[in-house]
């Protein structure tokens, strides 16, 4: 990846229905090199997937909660089932495996608590899980899907190290 790659993945994460045409007149390309490119960064998985973001309020899922799991099974196999599990529930939009006190870590959203009541619910009694600990967000104050490119390693700078 080169410069011109980390312009075209800027623009994309800002707006993703940006015309190929657009893009290549803001990075300085010619339609087809730019479409080209963003193939081939498709190809790659650094692109993996464009979508819509949606308003939660506009959507019914105003409420979001940290939800920290602990278990006593830490086999492979526990880790499957519970995996399995957790993907069967539409309200987690993030699952993450943890260092430190807390085993997993989920991000939920839902409408109210009585609807994180019922999700807390049908995810207890499909999994054994030894605690879990659910902080409410008070306040969304950023929110993005953007990740810095500031870190990314060009050709140019590979060639140079």
Same mark, same amino acid.
């Given at each position: 990846?080169? $410069? ?5 993945? $800027? ?47 506009? +959507?019914?899922?105003? +409420?979001?909660?940290? +939800?920290?799991? $602990?278990t006593h ?37 839902v409408p ?27 306040? $969304? ?21």
């Amino acid at each position: 990846m080169d $410069r011109l790659d980390k312009k075209i993945l $800027r623009l994309l994460q800002e707006d993703a229905t940006l015309a190929v045409a657009d893009v290549a007149k803001r990075v300085g390309l010619s339609t087809t090199p730019c479409w080209r490119r963003i193939q081939k960064l498709e190809e790659e998985g650094v692109i993996k997937r464009r979508v819509a973001i949606l308003d939660p309020e506009k +959507v019914n899922t105003r +409420v979001t909660v940290f +939800v920290s799991i $602990r278990t006593h099974s830490h086999s492979a196999e526990w880790l499957k089932r519970f995996s399995e599990v957790v993907n069967e529930f539409p309200e987690v939009v993030d699952f993450y495996r943890m260092s430190g006190d807390v085993d997993y870590l989920l991000r939920v959203v839902v409408p109210d608590i009585a609807a994180y009541d019922g999700f807390y619910k049908r995810l207890i009694s499909k999994i054994d899980i030894r605690d879990v600990s659910s902080a409410f967000a008070m306040e $969304r104050i950023k929110t993005t899907t953007e990740l810095p490119l500031d870190y990314m390693i060009l050709e140019k700078e590979q060639r140079e190290s």
